[in-house]
Each structure stands twice: as C-alpha cells, then as structure tokens.
C-alpha cells in the first residue's frame, strides 16, 4: 500500500521560507510525476509545483521565482522550498504522486503566513 508523508508546514511571517518534505512508502515501482497542491478554506485544489522522475519543473505562475520543487528518486522524496512567503499562501499544502498513472495523495501540513 501506498504511503505519502508530508512535513514541514507551520507558521511563519511575510517574506520568511518554509522547507516542505513528503516521503512515498509502500510497494512502488515507478514515480511519474511528484508534485505539490494547495487549498485554501472556500478555494478549490491548485498545483502549486511539479517535477518529473527526469527533473523537469512545471511551477504555478504565483509561485514563480519563490519557490523551488525538487525530488530525491532513490528515497522516493519530494520537496518544496518555499521563499518570500505571503499572507495569500496560506492554505492545506498536499504532496501528490503519479504511480502507474494513479494518483496518491498525503494528509496535507497547513502552512500559515502571517502579516
């Protein structure tokens, strides 16, 4: 069964930086596609980062320059560095993994900014 373990969330001020983790346990073959949502209360799920297992990057324009995705194949790891930090990216972060074309995702880690 697969597994997602998100860490890093928290409560940080304007301008400050968080550093995201989410492991993937269980019986894995491949991963695609690693990548990072967001949901805010009253808002839908949005991409925020993604990362392929060749290391191309595809980055949500509000994140642009301020956040950084990357991924550890071989722990099955993916990260996101998150720099510059707004009140407005306050939200639910969840790590997604495309495995053989099916999605999994963690628990999410709340991430709040203060102002």
């Known amino acids: 069964q697969v597994q997602l373990a998100e860490s890093g969330g928290g409560l940080v001020q304007a301008g400050g930086s968080l550093r995201l983790s989410c492991v993937v346990s269980g019986t894995i073959f491949s991963i695609n596609v690693m990548g990072w949502y967001r949901q805010a209360p009253g808002k839908q799920r949005e991409l925020v980062a993604a990362i392929t297992s060749g290391g191309n990057t595809n980055y949500a324009d509000f994140v642009k320059g301020r956040f950084t995705i990357s991924r550890t194949n071989a722990k099955n790891t993916v990260f996101l560095q998150m720099n510059s930090l707004k009140p407005e990216d306050t939200a639910v972060y969840y790590c997604?993994?495309?495995?053989?074309?099916?999605?999994?995702w963690g628990q999410g880690t709340q991430v709040t900014v203060s102002s």
């Open positions: 997604n993994a495309d495995i053989i074309g099916r999605h999994y």
